[in-house]
């Protein structure tokens, strides 16, 4: 028999609150495939990536701007002006969050974020801070999803069972890590979507 699922676990960016570089690189560079080409082989996903899993950005702007000092200043605007690549709240979700914590459902955080970054989140988003039990900072940890090991330390330093959480990330590759685990999971794409399936798992009121 299946244990009851009990829990909520929130991924952070593009579910609760948007991110994404084009926000800020549109205004700096207005040449979409320019734009794009910046994006791809200059500051890249994986270039980002390693400032969650821990480097500061000042090293990572520092090694960077050395191999390309032609861009130094489009380089360092990653970090100068990251808020501007999160433009706002996604709309819906918070208010979800919202009433499962009025419903007394436990939540909890796994997400992609540099130690630094996320500070600054939390400053500008009050309900990061306010609304889970625990949020696993993969800057903190050294880990980064889809690998398992910070999924494992979430259940570890809260006593959770796997089969008891409900998972929720925007990243397909995160969301298979989460089954694979024992996890239910939803690959978010809406708030509606997701407040449909909150309700089928009686977590969440149907109106």
Same mark, same amino acid.
């Given at each position: 028999m299946n244990a009851p699922v009990t829990?909520?676990?929130? &991924?952070?960016g593009n579910v609760l609150i948007e991110w994404n570089p084009d926000y800020l690189y549109r205004r700096l560079i207005p040449d979409a495939q320019e734009r794009k080409i910046f994006l791809e082989t200059i500051c890249t996903p994986d270039w980002n990536l390693q400032q969650d899993m821990g480097r500061s950005w000042a090293e990572a702007v520092e090694t960077l701007s050395r191999k390309h000092p032609e861009h130094s200043g489009l380089i360092a605007a990653y970090s100068e002006h990251w808020q501007e690549m999160v433009p706002g709240e996604v709309p819906?979700?918070?208010?979800?969050?919202? @009433?499962?914590k009025e419903a007394n459902v436990p939540l909890f955080a796994i997400t992609n974020f540099s130690s @630094?970054?996320?500070a600054e989140a939390e400053i500008r988003f009050p309900f990061l801070a306010d609304s889970f039990l625990d949020v696993v900072v993969s800057g903190h940890e050294r880990q980064v999803k889809p690998g398992s090991?910070?999924? @494992?330390?979430?259940?570890e330093r809260n006593g959770l069972s796997a089969q008891s959480c409900f998972f929720i990330d &925007?990243? @397909?590759?995160?969301?298979?890590?989460?089954?694979?685990?024992?996890?239910?999971?939803?690959h978010f794409k809406t708030a509606d979507a997701l407040r449909r399936e909150l309700e089928t798992l009686g977590l969440l009121s149907a109106d």
């Open positions: 829990t909520v676990v929130f &991924d952070i819906g979700t918070p208010a979800i969050l919202r @009433e499962l @630094e970054k996320f090991r910070i999924y @494992e330390i979430l259940c &925007d990243s @397909e590759p995160n969301v298979a890590t989460a089954r694979r685990l024992g996890m239910t999971a939803h």
